[in-house]
């Protein structure tokens, strides 16, 4: 459902000195929230992955479906149910194709869908690899981490190992940067790291937690201008973060009300300023702007 900015304005201006950190700025504003209906509403979101500004793809790990939503002039709408054969753990998109890693009986399969007419198709893998996170990569490819080997695979369109990049150490999300860089989040290390074609690690990323508790990074997006997006599950919030890995600012905050958080699971920004987050404890996907930049963020 979507409300009106007049509306998201007012929110933004109500929860805005509780999730302030000193003079950290709140770089997002709400802009909508999604539900779903019936069949096609969501109970636990884990993954989202996105192929344009208005389609918006959720896997759901209440009752193992994929749900596919679009926006247009009516707000975001469900438009269709995919039944997944096993709990879903990540989801990406890339070379044309959603794509999504399996957990429970059929734990570290993939399996990919067309995106016209949604059906669906196992993606052959090489012996012993146990796929986990997943993201979009460039011209098309897929960076698949491998759970079981400690490395990522980077799969061309049909499923074919390009590279593979060793990264050590526990990783729950990996992201793709606009200009080709892999990222990889671990919740256990409170860290994130860019990672270099060989497997070394070119920059390490702390986030801040929330006295006393440690952030507990879950996902990590990228824009255009090498800011981090992440989700600290912790704290129900977005910490946002420059390119050298200063702190420029959060997003929203721990809560029910439309406009917070509560155990968000995954994000995904959008070329037109949206960040679109799993909003896994309140049932439901939200949809933030990011705030206009200047010169102290």
């Known amino acids: ?11 933004s201006l109500l929860v805005a000195p ?14 909508s929230a999604i539900y779903g209906l019936e069949e096609l509403s969501l109970r636990w979101p884990v993954a989202l992955a996105m192929r344009s500004e208005d389609e918006i793809v959720v896997v759901d790990a209440y009752d193992d479906k994929l749900v596919v939503f679009t926006n247009d002039t009516g707000g975001w709408i469900g438009r269709r149910k995919v039944a997944l054969p096993a709990s879903p753990a990540s989801a990406a998109y890339a070379g044309g194709r959603y794509f999504v890693s399996l ?18 198709r196992p993606v052959p ?15 098309g490819t ?14 061309d ?34 860290r994130v790291v860019r990672v270099g074609e060989d497997g070394a690690i070119e920059q390490e990323f702390d986030v801040p937690g929330m006295s006393p508790e440690r952030a507990w990074p879950v996902s990590v997006a990228v824009d255009t201008g090498g800011e981090l997006y992440v989700v600290d599950r912790h704290a129900g919030r977005v910490v946002v973060l420059d390119a050298a890995g200063a702190l420029s600012g959060f997003g929203s905050r721990e809560g029910w009300d439309e406009g917070l958080l509560r155990h968000p699971a995954a994000l995904a920004l959008t070329p037109g300023g949206r960040v679109v987050i799993a909003d896994q404890g309140n049932g439901r996907v939200q949809v933030f702007l990011r705030a206009r930049k200047d010169s102290s963020s």
Do not use: C, N
């Open 18 to 31: 509780a999730w302030a950190q000193g003079s950290a700025q709140t770089l997002l504003v709400w802009e």
């Open 1 to 11: 459902m979507l409300r009106g900015l007049g509306i998201a304005a007012l929110v």
């Open 103 to 120: 957990r429970g009986e059929r734990h570290g399969e993939l399996i990919s869908f067309d995106p016209d007419r949604w059906a669906q």
């Open 125 to 139: 893998l090489p012996r012993g690899v146990v796929a986990g996170a997943l993201a979009g990569g460039k011209d």
């Open 157 to 190: 369109a049909k499923g074919s190992v390009r590279a593979k990049i060793p990264l050590a150490g526990p990783v729950h999300a990996l992201t793709v940067a606009p200009g080709g860089a892999l990222y990889a989040a671990s919740p256990q290390l409170a």
């Open 142 to 155: 897929l960076a698949v981490h491998d759970q079981a080997g400690s490395e990522v695979l980077i799969l």
